[in-house]
């Protein structure tokens, strides 16, 4: 794979390349960290401060997913690391219990250098799985769960998993999804309550996403190789017994190596399900383009979305959260690596429109916050060292 290929991959899937970090500017003026309880609703978002518990020369913290149960129970998970230890990630996870965000220790694996949570998901105070990989290839699993005191590693090291997403409507109905390597054969992972249980699927896929909305109801997402280093849209459908691959749009086809990636899942009802997405070619100097397709539940059409970053700058989709059919938001990131400014998108039935943002960083993830607003989560670069600190953002709006 080519460089810039593998350099989004990381950065979209867990954080950004060390040798990223290392290079990130301080220059950007830090925002304001608002400490305690998220700040009084008005429309913008604002930073609340989070910990890092790696925070020298070179040190990196990223958050790249977020999950919350109620207004006080939140968790994000990511990855950390010290550029003084021998190259590799180690898993990070970050607890809201109403008033502040703290660090709470998880177990690392004993047989590699190199793990990092991607996903999380909670079903109760004591009942959160959060997913991700161990290694750098050949990849192995690593699934991890909070049982309300502490993290506990549940799977590791299953060969040829990589794990991005999870989701899940009870204790004995979770679902993970990957590949089994990047790119190898598209992975789903399923929890009963007892033991996970794994589909293949023997085509070139590595999903990024996965949304259950009922047991017969799940959508996962990502993109299909096409062969060198271009990528196709993918979406499948489960409905309790088969999985299904539906069409979906690609909105770049000029040249072989065009890489059209699905990122994350926003669905409202059976009828109503968002999925977001990257377009780019950087070996043809094509700039990232976000995009957004729908499914009506017939099939999956192209909308329109806002682009700030044009051709002079990147502009990519990570996350999404839908509150209902004419309220949908999505975050992601805009600039030109490693300057990057958060970008969020919000539909209202009819149209896609930006929000202004100035915060230096990127949003990886967004969840809703239980109280009808958003948080926001990533990475920035750290302000007192050359490295990446963990970025914490809550979004909402007077109520009327």
């Not at 909105?251 to 669905?267: E, F, K, M």
């Not at 109503?272 to 397709?293: C, E, K, M, N, Q």
């Amino acid at each position: 794979m080519s460089s810039s290929r593998k350099r989004l991959w990381i950065g979209g899937a867990a954080g950004m390349l060390l040798l990223s970090m290392v290079a990130a500017s301080p220059a950007a003026a830090k925002p304001a960290a608002v400490a305690g309880r998220p700040p009084s609703c008005d429309g913008s978002w604002h930073v609340v401060s989070s910990p890092n518990p790696w925070h020298d020369y070179g040190d990196a913290d990223s958050l790249s997913s977020v999950a919350t149960l109620s207004p006080r129970d939140a968790w994000a998970v990511g990855f950390h690391t010290d550029f003084d230890t021998p190259y590799g990630f180690q898993t990070l996870a970050e607890h809201w219990n109403g008033r502040t965000w703290q660090h709470v220790p998880t177990p690392d694996s004993t047989k590699t250098t190199w793990d990092q949570l991607n996903g999380v998901v909670s079903i109760a105070p004591d009942d959160v799985w959060a997913v991700g990989n161990e290694s750098t290839g050949p990849y192995g699993s690593l699934i991890e769960h909070w049982d309300g005191t502490s993290w506990s590693i549940q799977d590791d090291g299953t060969p040829r998993t990589y794990l991005t997403s999870v989701s899940g409507l009870g204790p004995n109905d979770l679902w993970a999804a990957g590949s089994t390597n990047y790119v190898g054969f598209g992975l789903i992972d399923h929890w009963n309550g007892i033991s996970w249980t794994r589909t293949v699927l023997p085509v070139s896929i590595y999903f990024r996403a996965i949304k259950e909305l009922a047991p017969n109801d799940i959508w996962a997402v990502g993109q299909e190789s096409t062969g060198g280093f271009g990528d196709n849209t993918a979406a499948y459908h489960y409905d309790g017994a088969t999985w299904t691959r539906y069409s979906t749009p690609n909105p770049l086809q000029v040249h072989t190596d065009d890489q059209n990636w699905l990122t994350s899942i926003a669905a409202i009802s059976p009828n109503d399900v968002w999925a977001l997405g990257v377009s780019r070619d950087p070996d043809y100097g094509i700039r990232d383009h976000p995009f957004t397709i729908h499914w009506d539940g017939s099939s999956w059409s192209l909308v329109r979305t806002p682009d700030p970053g044009g051709s002079r700058a990147d502009t990519d989709l990570w996350g999404a959260v839908p509150f209902a059919t004419d309220d949908i938001w999505a975050v992601g990131r805009v600039g030109v690596d490693p300057t990057w400014h958060t970008f969020t998108a919000h539909w209202d039935g009819s149209t896609w429109t930006s929000l202004r943002s100035s915060t230096p960083g990127e949003f990886l993830a967004t969840a809703r916050d239980g109280l009808g607003g958003l948080w926001g989560v990533g990475d920035q670069d750290a302000q007192t060292y050359r490295g990446i600190a963990t970025l914490v953002e809550h979004l909402c709006f007077p109520k009327t």
